[in-house]
Nanobody, 114 residues
């Protein structure tokens, strides 16, 4: 299983960014995909996840600002990030969980300037 993340970059406060993550390989149809982030000196934390049934879960800090979705093939997950704040600055990691195993994509940097 491989996860290829794209998106991220530098944006001003209040701006928007879109992260995308494509999964390839032997993907079990029942899975959870999502995004985690890790800021310098902090632990990795959940941002948003979506399961095969399109059920979503968000961190309280991003509710109302971020939207997670996935394509019909269930192999690509999108994180639309609006109204970005400096505290959203972190390395964002794509995650796929299936059959009790976790798979991670390469991190992508998101920097929000004040």
């Amino acid at each position: 299983v491989q996860l290829q993340a794209s998106g991220g970059g530098l944006v001003q406060t209040g701006g928007s960014l879109r992260l995308s993550c494509a999964a390839s390989g032997n993907i079990f149809p029942f899975n959870i995909m999502g995004w985690f982030r890790q800021a310098p000196g902090k632990q990795r934390e959940l941002v948003a996840v979506i399961n095969s049934g399109e059920r979503t879960n968000y961190a309280d800090s991003v509710k109302g600002r971020f939207t997670i979705s996935r394509d019909n093939a269930k192999t690509t997950v999108i994180l639309q990030m609006n109204s970005l704040k400096p505290e959203d600055t972190a390395v964002y990691y794509c995650n796929l969980r299936m059959r009790g195993d976790d798979f991670w994509g390469q991190g992508t940097q998101v920097t929000v300037s004040s």
